[in-house]
């Protein structure tokens, strides 16, 4: 499944590239049964889902650019994206939501 001036793909179908998503997000967070809340217990980021998928940032800009890969890719990022801007409002300092 090359593409010329590509490099092979590392997953073969949307749902192979969900399932490996789906483990980042999980392994950021650790359910606490005293309160019965999932917690988060590191930050969500594109660099953190890079190592995850077992390749770069650029790599996954590239399969964001795959009609076949896109939608899924997307969703990933909003999903780093929301969490970053919650962050922001959470912290008593109003510096980072300026920027």
């Known amino acids: 499944m ?3 001036g590509w490099r092979p793909l590392l997953f073969k179908t949307k749902e192979d590239l969900q399932e490996k998503i ?3 997000f999980a392994s950021c967070y650790r359910f ?4 019965n ?3 988060c ?3 969500l980021t594109i660099s953190g889902l890079a190592v995850e998928l ?3 940032r650029k790599t996954i ?4 650019e795959k009609e076949e890969f896109s939608n899924t890719i997307k969703k990933a990022k909003e999903r780093i994206e929301n969490w970053t801007e919650e962050q922001l ?3 008593t300092q109003v510096t980072g939501v300026i920027f």
């Open 54 to 56: 077992e390749t770069s």
């Open 37 to 39: 809340i999932n917690e």
């Open 2 to 4: 090359a593409h010329a």
């Open 89 to 91: 409002y959470r912290n």
């Open 41 to 43: 217990i590191r930050p």
């Open 61 to 64: 800009i590239e399969y964001d």
């Open 32 to 35: 606490n049964e005293e309160t």
């Open 22 to 24: 789906d483990a980042y």
